[in-house]
């Protein structure tokens, strides 16, 4: 199997910056894209960036310009830098990742998620 695991989030203050790490382990022959996503508290979860394989990525209009994702393709690990972070930004920060297995297929996988929270 596969497991995806997210570090760093926390508390910080309105303008402030986090940066998120999630680590994709287990039965891994490649990863093709990764990306982050958030859902807010009775909200939708919804993309917040993504990169593909070979260094494309894509942000999600609200924050472009502040969040910079990036990848190191020989840790299985993706990363989101994000500044200038907002008040409505709080929410539970998820990884994700679309995995090719060793000898078993492709996969959609998911991180448990970690709390940002944006607060004075």
């Known amino acids: 199997q596969v497991q995806l695991v997210e570090s760093g989030g926390g508390l910080v203050q309105p303008g402030g910056s986090l940066r998120l790490s999630c680590a994709a382990s287990g039965s891994i022959f490649s990863i093709n894209a990764m990306g982050w996503y958030r859902q807010a508290p009775g909200k939708q979860r919804e993309l917040v960036a993504a990169?593909?394989?070979?260094?494309?990525?894509n942000y999600a209009d609200s924050v472009k310009g502040r969040f910079t994702i990036s990848r190191d393709n020989a840790k299985n690990t993706v990363y989101l830098q994000m500044n200038s972070l907002k008040t409505e930004e709080t929410a539970v920060y998820y990884c994700?990742?679309?995995?090719?297995?060793?000898?078993?297929?492709?996969?959609?996988?998911w991180g448990q998620g970690t709390q940002v929270t944006v607060s004075s």
């Open positions: 994700n990742a679309d995995v090719w297995r060793l000898y078993s297929g492709r996969g959609d996988y």
């Open positions: 990169i593909t394989s070979g260094g494309s990525t």
